[in-house]
Structures are given as C-alpha cells and as structure tokens.
C-alpha cells in the first residue's frame, strides 16, 4: 500500500501552522493533540521546521530543517530537544510506530521484531 515515507504530522516556525496527514486522521483525539503539542513546542523553542515521517519499515523519524538564511534556528538546541522528546514520548512514539505498521503496512500486531540474536 505505501512504498515511500509517509509524513505523519509537521509544524513550522516561519508559517505558525501544524499540519497532520488526513490519513491519520483516525487517531485517538488525545493522541493527535499530543502531536500538535511537542511539533508546535519544538518550533516555538527552536525555529525551523519538524516533521515526523515514517520509514519503509514503519520507524518513525524526527526531520528538522531551517531555512538558509534562519540566523535564529538553534542546531544544537535541536538535537537535544529531539532527544528530550524521543525519551519522554518513548511510549506515545512506540504505539505510533505500531500503529502504523499493523494499519498502514498490514503487519501482525503479535510478530515479534526481529533481533540480532534472531539472525
């Protein structure tokens, strides 16, 4: 069904909009918010653009981007807050992946990932 990466949400600094993919219009509401939350805090802290963007294999991935010119856009800051938030939203980020793989790419919720011990 889906061969590319598929963006699940994104917020930018420059618009001061939020945007959620349609076809994740299905999430739990309190979810959704969630989202709308860390993207919009993340460019109220930093500048620039996030957006999460699943994977082929279903990971969800955090895309930070600036414009050229953004002399405002904090890169450090940016790595560090995607790190604070991939280990408070650990849980949020975990469902989201699996959700993704079990409804969009039609995997069995009960498969074990595979390990390097699997191998």
């Known amino acids: 069904m889906y061969q590319d990466r598929i963006v ?5 600094a420059y618009t001061k909009k939020y ?3 349609e ?8 979810v959704k918010d969630e989202l709308q939350i860390m993207c919009v805090l993340y460019t109220e802290d930093v500048g620039g653009i996030l957006t999460l963007v699943f994977e082929e294999d279903g990971t969800l991935e955090f895309e930070a981007s600036a414009d050229e010119g953004d002399l405002l856009f ?3 800051g940016s790595v560090l ?3 604070q ?3 408070e939203k650990q849980d949020l980020l975990e469902a989201l992946e699996m959700y993704f793989k079990v409804f969009f790419l039609g995997e069995d919720a009960a498969e074990e990932p595979e390990t390097a011990a699997d191998t």
């Open 23 to 30: 076809d994740f219009e299905n999430l739990p509401q309190k």
């Open 74 to 76: 904090d890169e450090i």
């Open 19 to 21: 945007y959620l993919n």
């Open 85 to 87: 938030m991939r280990n």
């Open 81 to 83: 807050k995607i790190k």
């Open 8 to 12: 699940l949400c994104g917020s930018s």
